[in-house]
């Protein structure tokens, strides 16, 4: 089993957190695969991008494997200043994006609440649980046990389902750092109250709740929420 990575103290919550979204077309997969490796370097050198994940994506049904699309894929960024987030969109990874792209959507997230860390770290900061009247996201992640994982895998198409039939849901997509053990979500709501009855009211979303600590599926896992700032750009030809 990998050694879990060391936990960092809390951090205050990032002035800014962008998440973007690239659809690319079949030609460009190859060019999208290389600038996942680069692009972790160069972001890791970016000015202000305190927390930062090149992503694959997927359609969030299984978790495994099977799920992956290799026609988009995320980057999701914490900044020190909304100033830093600016400058990126004129740094050489994005244009490179922006021009390898068939679709490109951008959310600007302001963090709500958040519960749990990532690769150590509490990236959005400690919850704080701030009230919101407009539309909200979730970002969640998880480091799967290995010897939990087929067990989680049977339990996640009954909370695919559910979520996708769920009123007030605007988008959602599979996130994940590897094809296997490390896997998220990020959706779109209409509101806070929209996100809160499937957390909390849908059947089989609150089973997994229950089993979650019973079933020890994850060495790590983080939950958060934030209010949607500005969305840009579309996805399957809308924008969410």
Do not use: N
Not at 73 to 84: G, T
Not at 85 to 113: C, D, I, Q, Y
Not at 189 to 212: N, P, Q
Request: hydrophobic letters at 45%.
């Amino acid at each position: 089993m990998p050694a879990q990575p060391p936990e960092q103290p809390a951090e205050p919550p990032p002035a800014l957190v962008t998440l973007h979204l690239w659809t690319v077309p079949p030609r460009a997969v190859p060019l999208a695969l290389g600038r996942m490796a680069l692009d972790r370097v160069l972001l890791a050198r970016t000015p202000g991008a305190r927390f930062r994940k090149m992503l694959g994506t997927g359609d969030g049904r299984t978790f495994t494997v099977r799920d992956a699309d290799p026609l988009r894929w995320a980057a999701l960024v914490a900044w020190d200043s909304a100033a830093d987030a600016a400058a990126f969109e004129r740094s050489a990874t994005a244009r490179a994006w922006r021009r390898a792209a068939s679709e490109t959507l951008r959310a600007e997230l302001r963090p709500l609440s958040s519960r749990g860390r990532w690769s150590g770290r509490e990236p959005f900061g400690p919850a704080a649980g701030a009230p919101h009247a407009g539309p909200v996201a979730s970002v969640t992640r998880a480091r799967l046990r290995p010897g939990r994982a087929l067990s989680f895998w049977r339990a996640v198409p009954p909370v695919a389902a559910e979520l996708r039939t769920v009123p007030g849901l605007r988008f959602a997509v599979g996130l994940g750092e590897a094809p296997l053990g490390y896997q998220g979500t990020f959706s779109l709501w209409e509101s806070a109250d929209a996100l809160s009855g499937f957390a909390h009211r849908g059947a089989a979303h609150r089973d997994v709740m229950v089993r979650t600590p019973r079933e020890g599926w994850y060495a790590e896992e983080l939950f958060a929420r934030f209010a949607v700032e500005g969305l840009e750009g579309t996805v399957d030809g809308r924008t969410p």
